[in-house]
Each structure stands twice: as C-alpha cells, then as structure tokens.
C-alpha cells in the first residue's frame, strides 16, 4: 500500500480482554517496528521485526504482550488480560532496511482504551 | 543506551516570528539524530534527521537544526513559522553502531508547538 496502515483506529475493552492490533506496513519494507506512547510521552519502543523474525523483543514490557509477523509483512500485536495501564498508542513503522538511514514510515496508530 | 531531553513541553510563538525547539541527548557512542512532527489524528513524520557529515541538516516545511557534538544538542530552528507548523515535535536518537538494537529509536516527551495568528 501507499502508507502503513494500522487497525483498529480505536479499540474500546473491557479489563481482562485480550486485544489483537493491526500493522500492513508498506509493501517490500523488511523492517517493522512496534511503539507505545502513553499521554504525554514520546513514543517507546516495544518490539522489531526484519522479515519474520523478531530481532528484539526487549522492550515488551511483560509477558502480556507479544507479537508475530509470520509472512514477513502484516504483523499483529496482541495483549491478552488487558490492564488499564495498557491504555495508550500503538504506532507501527516500517523501513525498506534495518537502520535509521533508511527512515521510517509510521502509521496513524491505535488508540487503546481499557476500561 | 540512549535518552533524548526536550527542554520544554510548549512552545507559544506568533506567525512569523522564529522558533528554536531544544533537543538534548545522552550517548556513550556515536549517535544518529532525528527530528519527527506529529500533526493531529495522523502519524509521526520525519521532519530531518542527522547521520553523519555537515552538522547542519535542512528538513521539510524551511526546518533545520544543528549538532552539537560537545554540547550533545540537536535543536531545531525555523526562521519564520505559520499556523500550520502548530504540531507536536518528537527528537529521537538512534545509537549508530550496529547490533540487534540498530534502528531502534529512543525519543523525547515531544514540545506542543503553538503558532498564534
């Protein structure tokens, strides 16, 4: 596609549900990149991937959260037993190589909201 | 690992008049820099981002900025802002080596840029 493009836009869940987002990034693009950002704070990496395989997970912040991007383009990051403090952003990027130089591109987002 | 400081959290400013967005980092190795604008209800761009050669960079929309090496600085200037600049501005570092952690961004707590008519 033109762009990454993330969804939902807006997730609404009750406490204790799990939570499956959305990342296409653009088409060809071998890197994929996963941030939260809370309110009123810059983005916070959370997990990358180049091709399918997860380069580095270390920022996940327990084992709630994980991800997969199993053909190597759409990736899903899924939070199960939600907690009102995983209410934030979720901004997806994706890169036509590992490395800044490259630059990214990133999507509009997902705002979660638990509540 | 990296952290970025943006000095202030908002910047009220009138049309036409010069801007100066601070950025400030923390690195033991050599650091890419980056400059991203977040306009409402859409994604983070990138506005310039430094690599490596001349410490002055031009971005999109008459931005640059200016690294600093001793003063591990990266501020953004506009000479001559308008209403449309209004946005949230990130900085973000990148350590430059190489690793499972290339790519990874560390950014600030971004800087509310409000332009007045």
């Not at chain 1, 990034?25 to 395989?53: D, K």
């Not at chain 1, 580095?56 to 939070?79: Q, Y």
């Not at chain 2, 690294?67 to 209004?86: A, E, G, W, Y």
């Amino acid at each position: 596609g033109a762009g990454v493009s993330q969804s939902p836009r807006y997730k609404v869940t009750k406490r204790g549900q799990d939570v499956a987002l959305r990342c296409d990034p653009i088409s060809g693009h071998v890197s994929l990149y996963w941030y939260r950002q809370a309110l009123g704070q810059g983005p916070e990496f959370l997990t990358y991937f180049n091709y399918e395989a997860q380069q580095d997970k270390s920022g996940l912040p327990n084992d709630r959260f994980s991800a997969e991007r199993p053909e190597g383009s759409i990736s899903t990051l899924t939070i199960q037993r939600t907690e009102q403090r995983d209410s934030a952003m979720y901004r997806c990027a994706s890169s036509p190589d590992r490395g800044p130089n490259y630059g990214y591109t990133f999507g509009s987002g997902t705002r979660l909201t638990v509540v | 690992a990296q952290s970025v400081t943006q000095l202030d959290s908002q910047v009220p400013v009138f049309e036409e008049a010069p801007v100066e967005l601070r950025c400030n980092y923390s690195s033991s190795v050599s650091v890419y820099l980056f400059w991203y604008v977040q306009y409402p209800n859409q994604g983070l761009q990138l506005l310039l981002k430094y690599l490596s050669g001349s410490t002055l960079v031009k971005g999109i929309n008459g931005f640059e900025a200016e690294f600093n090496k001793s003063q591990t600085s990266f501020h953004l200037r506009k000479p001559s802002v308008h209403i449309s600049d209004t946005a949230e501005y990130f900085c973000a570092v990148s350590g430059a080596g190489g690793g499972s952690t290339l790519g990874r961004l560390y950014f600030g707590r971004g800087t509310q840029l409000t332009v007045w008519p």
